[in-house]
């Protein structure tokens, strides 16, 4: 199945789009990959901090995922220390968590039932500033794995394709704006909003 351009990545380079995510492998192949990915001017550790709440909430469009109530909008303290088996953005249950850097979830049983199996791997990725004492930055990445063997499946996977490409693209950005935010308020002579 080919995955060059949309809805299989959006902001995601060539070399995250081609890299190997633990998703990749949480499915039995062949499995349809999708990556997702922008760039936040914050140290990676707020970055990770504001992945880790997606065990809150799904910071997409809450109206749709989140039953109308708001993701929380400031850090919750503790949320960042994540445990396989916990529950991830609703919908998926954690698997494997690479401490600072990267978890990896797949669907729940009840999801499973009616979206089929995803493996999905979200990552922080550290960027060097940008000249001499500019910002820290880093990459928000996500990979989606859905099964791509049957025709069904590849039908099922170019659907999930572009209704996930509107859904982790505002969560993506979400996140990112939120990560910005507090990194711009935890600077020197700056109120700061960081929990």
Same mark, same amino acid.
């Given at each position: 199945?080919?995955?060059?351009?949309?809805?299989?990545?959006? @902001?995601?380079?060539?070399?995250?789009?081609? &890299?190997?995510?633990?998703?990749?492998?949480?499915?039995?192949?062949?499995?349809?990959?999708?990556?997702?990915?922008?760039?936040?001017?914050?140290?990676?550790?707020?970055?990770?901090?504001?992945?880790?709440?997606?065990?809150?909430?799904?910071?997409?469009?809450?109206?749709?995922?989140?039953?109308?109530?708001?993701?929380?909008?400031?850090?919750?303290?503790?949320?960042?220390?994540?445990?396989? @088996?916990?529950?991830?953005?609703?919908?998926?249950?954690?698997?494997?968590?690479?401490? @600072?850097?990267?978890?990896?979830?797949?669907?729940?049983?009840?999801?499973?039932?009616?979206?089929?199996?995803?493996?999905?791997?979200?990552?922080?990725?550290?960027?060097?500033?940008?000249?001499?004492?500019?910002?820290?930055?880093?990459?928000?990445?996500?990979?989606?794995?859905?099964?791509?063997?049957? &025709?069904?499946? &590849?039908?099922?996977?170019?659907?999930?394709?572009?209704?996930?490409?509107?859904?982790?693209?505002?969560?993506?950005?979400?996140?990112?704006?939120?990560?910005? &935010?507090?990194?711009?308020?935890?600077?020197? @002579?700056?109120?700061?909003?960081?929990?």
């Amino acid at each position: 199945m080919p995955e060059a351009g949309l809805p299989w990545r959006w @902001g995601a380079t060539d070399e995250e789009h081609a &890299r190997a995510y633990p998703a990749d492998a949480l499915l039995t192949a062949p499995v349809a990959r999708m990556t997702r990915a922008v760039t936040a001017a914050a140290p990676p550790d707020l970055a990770w901090r504001w992945l880790c709440q997606l065990a809150l909430a799904p910071y997409s469009y809450d109206w749709i995922d989140n039953r109308g109530r708001r993701s929380p909008r400031a850090l919750v303290p503790g949320t960042e220390r994540l445990e396989v @088996g916990q529950v991830m953005a609703t919908v998926f249950r954690l698997t494997e968590v690479d401490e @600072g850097r990267a978890w990896t979830a797949r669907t729940s049983p009840s999801a499973e039932r009616v979206a089929g199996p995803w493996g999905v791997t979200y990552a922080v990725e550290p960027l060097p500033a940008i000249g001499p004492g500019g910002p820290e930055r880093c990459r928000l990445v996500a990979r989606i794995a859905v099964p791509s063997r049957t &025709r069904l499946q &590849r039908a099922r996977a170019l659907a999930v394709a572009w209704g996930d490409l509107v859904m982790m693209r505002k969560q993506l950005l979400t996140l990112r704006d939120l990560a910005e &935010r507090d990194a711009r308020d935890a600077r020197p @002579g700056a109120a700061g909003r960081v929990g």
